[in-house]
């Protein structure tokens, strides 16, 4: 009797502990819930080779914005990790564009009107050297504006509301604040606005080396490189083209009816990203293996993601081949997997992914309620059976169950010391 308390209480130990790892386990997956906030993730998208390596980074992206979308993920952004950042070059002109626009702010509080301008023109010129940056500074937008109305107070109506097109191209939402401006302004804001909207427009070509990246028209995204974009209204642009792991690229350009410009970008990468080659080439080998690796365990943990989801791409003949999985970092878990082939229509290829990954967000939840009905090994049972017959292996389980024993002989004793006998 004395014997079989021992071995009773030893068993309800052993799985009290393999419960604790369970428990533990799924806490890392719904860490983010637990705490009230959502899934912290990102995608990550593979070329299979280089010819896919444009398809690659516009796949991610859609992705990414899929991602955003649902109501239970965060998307991180990278740029912070992966350098995309400003440099000291970039902040130190930033800080002396902001005294110029503050010097010009004080000469225009004071009614002059000639120093303000001058000093502002200085401010603005100095924000469009780096264009790539100027969507990271709200403050552009209140140069512009001190810009056009000094020059209108000043009786030069002509360029104040040549800048005031530039302000609207740029924020389109801009309206006048009656606290730093007199508001008779609005009326000229207003028939700038409507001019912009019944005016002419202009069209430009963007290429980029990588190919595949985002392109941006004043902030709003326009599509993926080698990208021809048409009906943008005349006057000056600011045109930005940034891909994930790559310095940003910049040019102001000035759109006119009668001509196309091309836009080229060389983009560079940063010094983090360039570590990341192995680490991507490293995730691509595992997914073809089939399984969870350290190479998506330690991306997944850098870039401290929830749910991380990796993806390989293959284009060729019309078609887009897509693999998606979502891996849960903290149990080091695959959730789901999606693949899909797709015809390489970018006015379809959106939706089709969008889809797609609503489709592998609802696998991977369902993944989740499942591992979570099954940690509870007395969970819909009669009795122990299942803790004899090896039933608690199955795959749901098993998945979960960090650094439990592989053994298949039935026992939960078998092949721990001093338990042999038992």
């Known amino acids: 009797m004395v014997v079989g308390a021992m071995r009773i209480s030893h068993v309800w130990c052993l799985l009290s502990r393999r419960v604790t790892v369970v428990a533990a386990a799924l806490l890392a997956v719904g860490s983010a819930h637990a705490a009230g906030g959502k899934l912290s993730t990102q995608a990550f998208v593979i070329p299979e080779n280089p010819e896919s390596a444009a ?13 955003a979308k649902h109501p239970r993920y965060r998307v991180v952004d990278l ?42 023109k200085e401010a603005v010129a100095l924000y469009r050297e780096h264009a790539a940056w100027v969507h990271r500074f709200p403050e552009y937008t209140d140069a512009l504006a001190y810009l056009a109305a000094a020059h209108i107070l000043r009786g030069d109506d002509a360029e104040g509301r040549k800048v005031y097109k530039e302000l609207l191209l740029y924020a389109p939402h801009f309206e006048i604040d009656g606290k730093r401006f007199d508001t008779s302004l609005q009326n000229i804001v207003s028939q700038v606005r409507e001019a912009i909207a019944s005016g002419p427009v202009g069209s430009f070509s963007v290429r980029s080396d990588p190919a595949g990246a985002r392109v941006f028209v004043d902030n709003v995204q326009k599509g993926f490189t080698p990208a021809s974009i048409d009906m943008i209204p005349t006057g000056t642009h600011i045109i930005r083209v940034e891909a994930l792991g790559a310095e940003p690229y910049g040019e102001v350009v000035e759109i006119v009816p009668t001509e196309d410009k091309i836009v080229k970008a060389k983009l560079k990468p940063t010094p983090e990203f360039k570590g990341l080659r192995t680490l991507l080439d490293q995730i691509k080998r595992e997914m073809a293996a089939g399984k969870v690796g350290p190479a998506m365990m330690k991306l997944g943990q850098f870039a401290r993601l929830d749910h991380a989801v990796y993806g390989t791409v293959s284009q060729s003949f019309g078609e887009v081949r897509i693999t ?20 390489d229509n970018e006015f379809t290829l959106a939706q089709n992914i969008d889809v797609m990954v609503r489709d592998l967000l609802a696998d991977a939840k369902r993944r989740e309620k499942s591992a979570t009905a099954s940690a509870d090994p007395l969970d819909r049972r009669t009795g122990t059976e299942g803790w004899w017959n090896g039933e608690d292996k199955k795959e749901g389980a098993r998945s979960l169950e960090v650094g439990t024993s592989d053994t298949t002989s039935g026992d939960p004793l078998d092949s721990m010391d001093g338990t042999e006998d038992w």
């Open 55 to 67: 398809m690659a980074t516009k796949v991610a992206t859609l992705v990414e914005q899929s991602l």
């Open 79 to 120: 740029s912070e990790v992966l350098g995309g950042k400003p440099g000291p070059a970039v902040e130190s002109a930033r800080a002396k564009a902001r005294a110029l626009l503050q010097a010009g702010i004080k000469f225009y509080d004071a009614i002059q009107f000639d120093p303000a301008i001058a000093k502002l």
């Open 324 to 343: 998606l999985w979502v891996v849960a970092v903290g149990p080091g878990v695959r959730l789901a997997t999606r693949r899909e082939t797709f015809d």
